[in-house]
Nanobody
């Protein structure tokens, strides 16, 4: 089993920054993809940023140049540095880990960006 615990969400003014962290524990394999998704009520969950164990990243167009995903393989951690936040970034952010054709989710951390 795999457990994911997010932290770092909160309330911030537009233009501000937040850093999300996610700690993975359990049966973690060296080859995996970790990352972040977000969901607003009434909307589908969308990919924000992912990074594989080799360091290759992928971002949704709306956050390119503002968000940076990174990971610490030794600690099984993934981070999301969010800069120049906009009100439309407001959502519940979920940590995700994919390995061996399985997908695992954290409980989510709320990000609210006020205008």
């Amino acid at each position: 089993q795999v457990q994911l615990v997010e932290s770092g969400g909160g309330l911030v003014q537009a233009g501000g920054s937040l850093r999300l962290s996610c700690a993975a524990s359990g049966s973690i394999f060296s080859i995996n993809t970790m990352g972040w998704y977000r969901q607003d009520p009434g909307k589908q969950r969308e990919l924000v940023a992912i990074i594989n164990s080799g360091g290759r990243t992928n971002y949704v167009d709306s956050v390119k140049g503002r968000f940076t995903v990174s990971r610490d393989n030794a600690k099984n951690m993934v981070y999301l540095q969010m800069n120049s936040l906009k009100p439309e970034d407001t959502a519940l952010y979920y940590c995700n880990l994919q390995q061996l054709l399985k997908s695992y989710w954290g409980q989510g951390t709320q990000v609210i960006v006020s205008s």
